[in-house]
């Protein structure tokens, strides 16, 4: 089983470490470096400062935990997502942004690879789950757009990643696709109308 997590910041990094129970290879892609500031909402600790996202997550996970994990500290590109795509039996979208979120979801169409967005508000009032089938990425309001530093958010972006989590198990072991909506009042699963 090989679950590929795209882009491992507050969302990304948070939902790998609640599947390292899954007997999957972890597989991490993320160009950008580990910050001071990103050790309040992301899963790492202060000596990864520095280092690159993907590349410090591989190596939490396996030495703390046991995992089995691969990184590729680069940006997803439409030269590349075939190749770091390539034998996924899931994608798992954590990325910011929206160009990022249509390359993986054009690549998920195209190869018939299930996957799973997660995404949070700008305003940080409420997250998403949502399968690909049911999910068109927004715009962002401002490019580049800070969603998820300084722990402002960090209560929600705990419920999305565990949500998004769960969505990653019940795939795997028993083939389900659930949707939720998560705010922090509730975390509502999302009847499939289809």
């Known amino acids: ?110 190869t018939g690879t299930p996957l799973v967005h997660g995404a949070v508000s700008a305003d940080g009032m409420f997250g998403l789950v949502r399968w690909d089938e049911r999910f068109t990425p927004d715009a962002e309001d401002t490019q580049g757009q800070a969603t998820c530093e300084g722990g402002e958010h960090l209560p929600l972006l705990g419920l999305l990643a565990a949500t998004l989590a769960r969505a990653v198990q019940d795939f795997l072991k028993h083939g389900v696709k659930r949707d939720a909506f998560v705010n922090l009042s509730s975390v509502t699963p999302v009847v499939d109308p289809g």
Do not use: W
Request: charged share 25%.
């Open 1 to 110: 089983m090989r679950i590929v997590f795209c882009g491992v910041g507050a969302i990304g990094s948070t939902t790998a470490l609640l599947c390292r129970n899954l007997d999957a290879t972890q597989v991490f892609i993320d160009f950008d470096r580990v910050e001071s500031k990103n050790l309040l909402s992301q899963a790492y600790v202060k000596p990864s400062v520095g280092k690159n996202k993907a590349e410090a997550l591989k190596l939490q996970l396996h030495n703390l935990h046991g995992v089995k994990a691969e990184s590729f500290g680069v940006r997803l590109t439409r030269d590349n997502v075939e190749a770091l795509c390539k034998g996924a039996d899931l994608l798992v979208d954590a990325f910011d942004n929206q160009d990022s979120r249509q390359l993986l979801s054009e690549h998920a169409r195209r």
